[in-house]
């Protein structure tokens, strides 16, 4: 099994509003990556979680909060978003992370619009 | 800067052809090289990925074809099919953990 799993597919928020995005993978791995997407862009890293720890954080806005509750389970807090925020997010697993030959595997990504 | 450049921009190839989108970098600590395939509305998918001592790597219809000292590398997509119709990236991995991509690449097959 290959699958990383993410809620919602799609979501629409106001700029004042608090929501969360929901990543998931049951294939052991033990490192998790959180991706932004923009339309006709390749994906671009903000955050690495390596054994449930934060890793490497790509200098990305506080308005975004990741966090690890488990290895098997990874979560991107949105506050206070701007309108060019709207992109796919994009969650990924892999064995894990700093090692050579880390294959990534990719979810659906979740569609976000901010209004 | 971009550490991944990748051409062509968009590619238009008959049924049946042969696809080739070139990829070429120039920090040496990449150390693996994805391939990845994105239909819209899709996360990418993993197609094929090659390490740096392998010249070449096959698998069905996609094959990679890899030059160390130019530092460039390649994809390959035999009896192009028009399934095959997508964004495909290159991509490098750094130490171990940052994925850098490729601008991408649209591919149309015709039928």
């Known amino acids: 099994d290959t699958e990383v799993t993410q809620t919602p597919k799609h979501l629409v928020m106001g700029m004042t509003n608090k929501k969360s995005l929901k990543c998931e993978q049951h294939?052991?791995?033990?490192?998790m990556y959180w991706y932004k997407q923009k339309a006709k862009k390749p994906p671009e890293l903000m955050f690495v979680?390596?054994?449930?720890?934060?890793?490497i954080n790509e200098s990305v806005p506080s308005r975004f909060s990741p966090e690890c509750p488990n290895s098997s389970l990874l979560n991107l807090h949105l506050h206070a978003l701007q309108p060019e925020d709207s992109a796919l997010y994009l969650c990924?697993?892999?064995?894990?992370?700093?090692?050579?030959?880390?294959?990534?595997?990719f979810g659906p990504g979740t569609r976000l619009t901010v209004l | 800067q971009q550490q991944v450049k990748q051409s062509p921009q968009s590619l238009i190839v008959q049924k049946g052809g042969i696809s080739i989108i070139n990829c070429a970098y120039e920090?040496?600590?990449?150390?693996?090289f994805p391939w990845y395939q994105q239909f819209p509305g899709k996360g990418p998918a993993l197609l094929i990925a090659i390490r740096p001592d392998v010249s070449e790597k096959k698998e069905g219809r996609f094959t990679i074809s890899f030059n160390k000292s130019a530092k460039q590398f390649s994809l390959h997509i035999m009896d192009s099919q028009p399934g095959d119709s997508a964004t495909y990236f290159c991509a490098a991995l750094e130490y171990g953990n940052k994925l850098v991509f490729g601008a991408g690449t649209i591919l149309r097959v015709k039928s």
């Open positions: 979680y390596s054994y449930e720890k934060l890793s």
């Open positions: 294939m052991g791995h033990r490192a």
């Open positions: 990924a697993s892999s064995r894990q992370a700093g090692s050579s030959y880390n294959e990534q595997f």
């Open positions: 920090n040496t600590a990449f150390d693996y």
